[in-house]
């Protein structure tokens, strides 16, 4: 199974012979490190494959599983902080529990089960809190944009009903963090040209080349690609008769998300978002309109859904097929 799947640590392709070390396990540890059977890893690939102690990961650096929290009342004097408000890479990362690991083609692989991106765990008091704390000094443009958007994304789903009031609260808090961080070291101001609305709302326009700067989704060519990796957020896919390929996607019954491409040379040409944003223009995010590019014209456009079964408001009905990038396709 790969990193998204279930697995951490590495794996490698083909048929591998390794040899597999005496059962190992950490019995200091109140709730078991594995739910099925002990790592064959030895000690030190085990620690690295489940980034024991390290930002993000469910294991502090004894190996034993965080306690889970919602706040720091349950923490003894410790932190409670959200894991994806940790590190990067965690809504779509490895799972919350671990079965087992063992040595694949040289490298330690666990299995893991489905990913609770939501959970927060438990920092002690005698750990430094800081490092587990949104810390963006010693992450990369890339990795700070990636982190931007994927915390973006866990904002706009936030379910209050079934997620904590504190996963809310940071990840506003980190991600203002973060565009902070982006602004300040990776790409000029940006260019906002923002009013108030007689509703008391927020209108942005600014340059796609703004955007760009650190939107992979820009990229010619490579636009559906990176366009279709943050699905399920543009739920409808459309080729029309002008030349352009359209996603489009709402949110919460609230909140509207638009991408056009022209389709020959796959570069974006207009984005618009209505509802809740937040990006550069509006780093604590708010209610408003941010748009860039140029509107594209009426069309007649052949419309599907990206995923089977979204049944959102201007769902086509037909469902898309989608390559092995998850690059969607008219059904034939």
Known sequence: VGLGDGAVGGGGAGTCHDRQLPPLTFPGCAKPTF??????????????????????????????????????????????????????????????????????????????????????????????????????????????????????????????KVDPQNLLDAVKRCNVRITSELQSRCYAAPDCNCAATELGETRCERSLEGICAAAPLCQPNLALVHAAKIAPEFDTYAECDDGTTRFESIVGGESLYRLVYDTESGSLTYAYAEGWVANQCLPEGGIGTILAGTPPVQANCQRCDVYAGFGGEGGSGATCVLDANGVPSLPH
């Open 35 to 160: 739910t099925m059977a002990p790592s064959t890893c030895d000690a030190a690939s085990t620690r690295a494959a489940l980034k024991c102690g390290e930002p993000g990961s469910q294991f502090d650096a004894s190996c034993c599983y965080r306690t889970r929290c919602q706040s720091d009342t349950e923490c003894g004097g410790g932190r409670c902080i959200p894991r994806v408000t940790q590190a990067p890479g965690i809504w779509e990362g490895p799972g919350s529990d671990v079965e087992t690991c063992s040595m694949l083609c040289g490298k330690c692989e666990c299995i893991t089960t489905a990913n609770v991106p939501s959970e927060s765990g438990c920092i002690a008091a005698t750990e430094d809190s800081a490092r587990f704390d949104c810390d963006t000094t010693a992450r990369s443009c890339d990795e700070l944009s990636a982190w931007h958007a994927e915390l973006d994304s866990v904002a706009r789903q936030f379910d209050p």
